[in-house]
């Protein structure tokens, strides 16, 4: 579900793995569907089904899984439907697209007994969970801090015009659940991601892969304290996320920090995208796909190579239904590292620090930080809530 951009990364991903056939392609823009479904013919010989609304496709009894690409607000509601349904789930990061959502995915895997997945697919690069276990072994001590960080030169989005929906888009069906808003030709298909009522800016976008790692590697829960600050200091456009910020997150005995600069690419350690990792007896710097351990004397100890791609994650995915074996991101982890990234959306949208209760991961006392908690589904689609 959800064709364009990363969603032929899934189709490759799964046309690649023995034994697994793409029986059906869902998306809301027909050329998306065309493309897709080409590319499975020209692979398998016979083409899949291909179907507009995904209500219709997830009952279908010859389908064990579903594969999510579609934008952050479908997230969640085409998981909800897919366990109901019997379905395994695949779903993209950031996997949920508001903290309650989160909730509900992981009370529906569980009522539904099913298999669900978060794509944060460095969980599965074999390199890196060679790395954080050394990590985790004491390489460089008491782990203390986690820094993260991506930089991109992203052109503006200028100021978009309301426009006739095109021909090949189901406009309503795109939005799905959430309330309506018209057509402006500036929001799909990528630049929905920097509006608040789909999309969940940079942390969500990218924030999420550096922060999971520095989660894993920081053996981390909820936060218990988290501050953002930042703004739109680059264009004079549409964008309602920040293009400039820095998230903190304090845990207990430990902290972390994410930084994005969206219109400016040069990162820290020669990177664009990273982690580094505080010891009491040395770092570990993941920059790019380079891995080093150095001492407290800024001496480079050890170099780890680069093992394993996104096919493993898909893999591991599919093994776990097949064998029963461990997800290696199974959907309650991918939910406290999405809840990550929201909490610094929230504290940034508030200009608030926000203080929680790590134990039942809830804001304490915060009005104004509650009312973005959940966002609630429009009429025709408020039975998605009462599923879990």
Same mark, same amino acid.
């Given at each position: 579900?959800?064709?364009?951009?990363?969603?032929?990364?899934?189709?490759?991903?799964?046309?690649?793995?023995?034994?697994?056939?793409?029986?059906?392609?869902?998306?809301?823009?027909?050329?998306?569907?065309?493309?897709?479904?080409?590319?499975?013919?020209?692979?398998?010989?016979?083409?899949?089904?291909?179907?507009?609304?995904?209500?219709?496709?997830?009952?279908?009894?010859?389908?064990?899984?579903?594969?999510?690409?579609?934008?952050?607000?479908?997230?969640?509601?085409?998981?909800?439907?897919?366990?109901?349904?019997?379905?395994?789930?695949?779903?993209?990061?950031?996997?949920?697209?508001?903290?309650?959502?989160?909730?509900?995915?992981?009370?529906?895997?569980?009522?539904?007994?099913?298999?669900?997945?978060? #794509?944060?697919?460095?969980?599965?690069?074999?390199?890196?969970?060679?790395?954080?276990?050394?990590?985790?072994?004491?390489?460089?001590?008491?782990?203390?801090?986690?820094?993260? !960080?991506?930089?991109?030169?992203?052109?503006?989005?200028?100021?978009?015009?309301?426009?006739?929906?095109?021909?090949?888009?189901?406009?309503?069906?795109?939005?799905?659940?959430?309330?309506?808003?018209?057509?402006?030709?500036?929001?799909?298909?990528?630049?929905?991601?920097?509006?608040?009522?789909?999309?969940? #800016?940079?942390?969500?976008?990218?924030?999420?892969?550096?922060?999971?790692?520095?989660?894993?590697?920081?053996?981390?829960?909820?936060?218990?304290?988290?501050?953002?600050?930042?703004?739109?200091?680059?264009?004079?456009?549409?964008?309602?996320?920040?293009?400039?910020?820095?998230?903190?997150?304090?845990?207990?005995?430990?902290?972390?920090?994410?930084?994005?600069?969206?219109?400016?690419?040069?990162?820290?350690?020669?990177?664009?995208?990273?982690?580094?990792?505080? #010891?009491?007896?040395?770092?570990?710097?993941?920059?790019?796909?380079?891995?080093?351990?150095?001492?407290?004397?800024?001496?480079?100890?050890?170099?780890?190579?680069?093992?394993?791609?996104?096919?493993?994650?898909?893999?591991?995915?599919?093994?776990?239904?097949?064998?029963?074996?461990?997800?290696?991101?199974?959907?309650?982890?991918?939910?406290?590292?999405?809840? !990550?990234?929201?909490?610094?959306?929230?504290?940034?949208?508030?200009?608030?620090?926000?203080?929680?209760?790590?134990?039942?991961?809830?804001?304490?006392?915060?009005?104004?930080?509650?009312?973005?908690?959940?966002?609630?589904?429009?009429?025709? !689609?408020?039975?998605?809530?009462?599923?879990?």
């Amino acid at each position: 579900m959800g064709l364009n951009g990363r969603g032929m990364d899934h189709v490759r991903a799964f046309l690649a793995l023995p034994n697994v056939e793409i029986t059906a392609v869902c998306d809301v823009d027909e050329r998306a569907m065309t493309k897709a479904s080409a590319l499975v013919e020209k692979s398998r010989g016979t083409a899949p089904a291909a179907i507009k609304d995904i209500r219709q496709l997830v009952e279908s009894k010859a389908i064990d899984a579903l594969s999510i690409a579609a934008p952050n607000h479908w997230h969640a509601p085409a998981t909800l439907l897919a366990c109901a349904a019997g379905k395994h789930v695949y779903v993209e990061k950031p996997c949920s697209h508001t903290p309650r959502e989160g909730e509900l995915m992981v009370r529906a895997a569980r009522k539904f007994h099913r298999k669900v997945q978060m #794509g944060n697919q460095r969980r599965s690069w074999t390199g890196l969970r060679e790395a954080i276990a050394e990590l985790h072994g004491g390489a460089i001590g008491k782990v203390t801090f986690a820094r993260t !960080w991506y930089n991109n030169q992203r052109p503006s989005i200028g100021r978009g015009k309301a426009v006739p929906v095109p021909a090949w888009l189901d406009y309503d069906l795109w939005q799905g659940p959430v309330e309506e808003r018209p057509f402006r030709d500036n929001v799909v298909h990528y630049n929905w991601h920097w509006f608040w009522h789909w999309g969940n #800016g940079e942390l969500g976008n990218n924030g999420i892969h550096a922060l999971d790692v520095a989660r894993w590697g920081l053996r981390a829960g909820c936060p218990r304290q988290v501050t953002c600050g930042g703004g739109r200091y680059q264009f004079d456009d549409d964008q309602e996320t920040p293009d400039i910020y820095v998230t903190t997150f304090e845990l207990e005995g430990q902290g972390a920090s994410w930084e994005s600069h969206s219109h400016h690419g040069r990162g820290f350690e020669g990177s664009g995208f990273g982690i580094t990792f505080y #010891g009491d007896r040395g770092t570990f710097v993941i920059s790019g796909n380079s891995m080093k351990f150095y001492d407290l004397n800024n001496k480079l100890t050890r170099e780890l190579p680069h093992r394993g791609n996104d096919l493993d994650h898909y893999g591991n995915f599919v093994e776990a239904i097949r064998n029963d074996v461990p997800l290696h991101s199974e959907i309650e982890e991918g939910v406290l590292s999405t809840l !990550w990234c929201h909490l610094g959306n929230i504290a940034w949208r508030t200009r608030q620090t926000l203080q929680l209760d790590p134990a039942r991961q809830q804001l304490k006392n915060n009005d104004a930080a509650r009312k973005l908690w959940a966002s609630g589904y429009r009429k025709g !689609w408020r039975d998605l809530e009462k599923i879990a």
